[in-house]
C-alpha cells in the first residue's frame, strides 16, 4: 500500500494505533469533505482560518481573494498546517472518563505553493467545481481576466502528512460493562437539505440532477 | 448589546460586514457545536488539531490526555487560536467567481489556563457532558483521582474573539441574473442517526431521553 514517510510533525505519540500513513486514507478522508481549518503565524501568533479545499492528485488546494492577509502571508511559503475533520459519532461510555467521539482527521504540514499562470487557475477551478458538481463549470459564465487575477490558488503537495481515527463502540474498564447506564454510539451524518432557489432564478431552471448526487461526510 | 473590543488580531479585514463582534451572536455560534480546531506553534510550525470544546459563561474549554503533546505545550501558555466553523451550505452562482458557502464561524485568540483543582476539574466536566446530554453525568461511575490526574483541561477567556457569518442566496453580476444557469443554495444540515447500543450493553436499557433532543449545527 502507498505509505507516507513519517517526519517528526507527523509521527503519532499518542494512541498510535488510531493513526495511519496511507494515501488511500488519507485521501478517501481528504475526499469525503470540503471544509478544512489553514494553521498559520504571523508574529510568533497562530492563525486557524477555515477555508474550502479539493484535492487533486498528490496535492491538496485552497482558494480565496487575492487580497486577503491569510492568502498573502501563505503564499510567502510560510509553514502551513491544514487539517480536515470529520466528526463522526459521540461515544457514550459508563464513566465520564471513557466518553470519546468518532472521528477521521488528516494533517498535512508544509508550504504552500501560488498558482500563478492565468490558464492554470482556470483549470484547478474547474476541477474544484466540477468535483462538487460534475459538469456544472461549463454551464457557467467563464472566468473574466480580472477575476482570475483576483484569486490568489494555492496548493501543497500531500507528502508530510498523518490520519487519525476513530471507529466503533466505547471501550469501558471490564468490571463496568455491567452497569446500568446506557452506552453505545450516536452517529452523526452531514445531509444535503432541499436545493433553495435564487429568488432571482431565471423562470423554468429546474434544480440540476447533480445537487441530488451530492455528498460530504 | 455586549460587544467585544477588536484587536488587531481579530479585526475583519476583508468583508467586514459579515463580521460580527457581539457575544450573543459568537455565544450562539459557539453553542451549535462541539468540535473545534486549536492552533498553536511548535519550534515555528503550526500546528491544527481538531478537539472538543464547550463553553461556560465567557470563557471556553478545552481538555484530552496529560500526555498529550497538544495540551502540555498549551497549558505553558503560549498563544493559542481555537476557530469554530459552521459549513451551512453551498452557494452556486451564475459565474464561478460568485460562487460562495453560507457559514458561521468564531475566531477565538488567547492564551490557555489550566485548570488544576481535582474538584473544579469534576465540576467542569459534569459542565461539558451534562450541556451535551442533560442529566448523563450523574448516571455515570465518578471520575476517581487517578483519571482525574490524567485529565488536562484547559481554559480561555472569550475575550479576544470574532465571528464572521454568510447567509442567503448567491450575489451575481447584475447583468447576469438572467443567464439559463441554475442559481441558489444548497443547504447542509448536521443529523443524528438512530443510536447504536454497545454490543456489551446490559439488557433492558433503552436509549435514554436526551439522545432524542441532542442537537448540533
Not at 491569510?70 to 466518553?99: E, I, K, Y
Not at 508544509?110 to 474544484?128: Q, Y
Request: one cysteine or more.
Amino acid at each position: 500500500m502507498n505509505q507516507i514517510v513519517q517526519t517528526e510533525r507527523t509521527r503519532l505519540r499518542r494512541l498510535h494505533e488510531r493513526g495511519s500513513y496511507h494515501r488511500a486514507t488519507i485521501n478517501a478522508i481528504l475526499d469525503a469533505g470540503m471544509l478544512c481549518h489553514v494553521g498559520y503565524v504571523i508574529d510568533g501568533s497562530p492563525y486557524v482560518t477555515p477555508t474550502n479545499y479539493w484535492r487533486e492528485g498528490e496535492r491538496i488546494f485552497w482558494h480565496g481573494s487575492s487580497a486577503s492577509r491569510m492568502l498573502r502571508q501563505q503564499s510567502a511559503g510560510t509553514p502551513v498546517c491544514l487539517t480536515v475533520s470529520h466528526l463522526d459519532g459521540l461515544v457514550l461510555a459508563r464513566s465520564g472518563f471513557h466518553h470519546s467521539v468518532n472521528y477521521r482527521a488528516v494533517m498535512i504540514f508544509g508550504r504552500a505553493e501560488p498558482i500563478s499562470d492565468p490558464a492554470a487557475k482556470t483549470t484547478h477551478l474547474k476541477a474544484f467545481v466540477d468535483g462538487l458538481f460534475p459538469g456544472r463549470w461549463d454551464e457557467l459564465r467563464p472566468m473574466t481576466e480580472p477575476e482570475l487575477k483576483a484569486t490568489t490558488i494555492l496548493c501543497m503537495p500531500i507528502d508530510e502528512a498523518s490520519a487519525k481515527v476513530r471507529t466503533g463502540p466505547p471501550i469501558d474498564d471490564e468490571e463496568e460493562y455491567a452497569l446500568p447506564v446506557w452506552a453505545g454510539v450516536l452517529p452523526l451524518e452531514t445531509h444535503t437539505g432541499k436545493p433553495i432557489p435564487d429568488p432571482h432564478l431565471r423562470e423554468g431552471i429546474a434544480p440540476p440532477a447533480y445537487l441530488d448526487g451530492f455528498k460530504l461526510g
